[in-house]
C-alpha cells in the first residue's frame, strides 16, 4: 500500500533508496547546548509523491491509521518448521565450534588487544590483562537465546486470512519466482540462440505461454502429488505421457500401441483428458491423414 508523504517528513537518500524519516523527539545536551534531533525511519519513496509506510509508521502518525482502511500490518503469523530447527541448531553450534578454535589462537599469540575482539563480546566473557585477551568462556545463556529461535519463522500479511492461507500464499510466491529459473533451465530461456529481434520477441512469447501451461499443468498434478509427490513432478508427468505412442498401421489407420497406463489415466484426467478422448485424437489424425492424401 501507498500513500502520501506526509508533511513534516525529511527524504533521506541512502546507496539510490530514499527513505522517509520523521522527528520523534529533541533532546537537548547541555555539554554542547544545543538540541539534537531522533529521527524515525516511516518508509521509503515510491515516487516524487507518494511513499511505502513500514510498520513504525503508524506509531508514528496514529492519526493516519484511522483515515487509511487498510494497515500496513493485518496479521502475523509464527510457524515452526522442526527439520529446518534442526539444521539451524547445528549450523550454530559448528560456527561456536569455529569461534572457539579462533578464540584459542587469539589466546596462544599473547598480542590480541580488547579492540581486536569485539566480535566475541556478545556470546563470550572475554578476560583481559593489561589490554591483552588471556582468557574467554562462553556465555551459555546467550547462546540458548539464539538456539531457542531455531525453526521458527513469521509471515506478515497486509489482509486478514488464516495461517494455511497465508503459508500457501507465501509458497506459490516462492514457487512464481522459481518458474523464471524453470524458464531458463527447462526451457532453454538462458541462451537465446536467434539474430534479430523480431525473433527474440517471439521466442519470449513462446516461453511465456509455455510456462503458463506448465503452471496450469503444475497446479493441475497437485493432488496427485500429496500421494506421491517425487512421481506426479511435471518432469515426471510429461516422462509418463510422452509413453503414449499413436502408430499407423499398413491400412493407414492410427491407433494407440498400448493401453493407457494407471498413472497417465491418472494424469490425463487432471488435465480434463480422457482414454476416450485420447482415442479419438487417433481417429482424428487418421481422418486428416485420409483427406491429405486425396
Known amino acids: 500500500m501507498r500513500i502520501e508523504r506526509p508533511k513534516g517528513t525529511v527524504i533521506v537518500p541512502v546507496r539510490g533508496t530514499r ?45 493516519l491509521a484511522e483515515q487509511n482502511e487498510a494497515p500496513y500490518c493485518s496479521d502475523i503469523h509464527v510457524f515452526y518448521d522442526d527439520v529446518k530447527g534442526a539444521e539451524q541448531r547445528k549450523s550454530i553450534m559448528r560456527r561456536f565450534a569455529l569461534y572457539d578454535k579462533e578464540l584459542e589462537k587469539l589466546v596462544e599469540k599473547k598480542l590480541t588487544r580488547k579492540f581486536n575482539v569485539t566480535m566475541f563480546e556478545k556470546y563470550y566473557r572475554l578476560k583481559f590483562y ?29 489482509e486478514k486470512m488464516t495461517a494455511e492461507e497465508a503459508l500457501t500464499k507465501y509458497r506459490n510466491r516462492d514457487t512464481t519466482e522459481k518458474q523464471f529459473l524453470i524458464e531458463k533451465s527447462f526451457l532453454g530461456g538462458d541462451t537465446w540462440r536467434v539474430h534479430s529481434d523480431e525473433s527474440i520477441e517471439s521466442k519470449q512469447l513462446i516461453s511465456f505461454v509455455a510456462l503458463l501451461i506448465r503452471n496450469e499443468m503444475f497446479k493441475a498434478l497437485e493432488k496427485l502429488r500429496k500421494k506421491e509427490k517425487k512421481r506426479f513432478t511435471i518432469p515426471a508427468a510429461l516422462r509418463e505421457l510422452d509413453r503414449i505412442i499413436i502408430t499407423r498401421d499398413v491400412n493407414g489407420t492410427f491407433s494407440m500401441r498400448y493401453a493407457l497406463t494407471a498413472s497417465q489415466k491418472d494424469i490425463l484426467k487432471c488435465v480434463g483428458v480422457s482414454e476416450e478422448d485420447a482415442r479419438r485424437k487417433a481417429s482424428e489424425i487418421t481422418k486428416k491423414y485420409s483427406e491429405s492424401q486425396i
Not at 520523534?24 to 539534537?36: S, T
Not at 546467550?142 to 500479511?157: A, M, Q, S, W
Open 130 to 158: 593489561d589490554d591483552y585477551l588471556i582468557s574467554f568462556r562462553r556465555k551459555e545463556k546467550e547462546i540458548e537465546k539464539e538456539l531457542d529461535h531455531c525453526g521458527y519463522f513469521v509471515i506478515v500479511t497486509s
Open 19 to 63: 527513505y522517509v524519516y520523521k522527528v520523534a523527539e529533541k533532546r537537548y545536551l547541555k555539554d554542547k547546548q544545543y538540541n539534537v534531533n531522533k529521527r524515525v525511519c516511516v518508509g521509503k519513496m515510491e515516487d516524487e509523491i507518494h511513499m511505502i509506510p513500514n510498520a513504525r509508521f503508524y506509531q508514528v502518525f496514529p492519526e
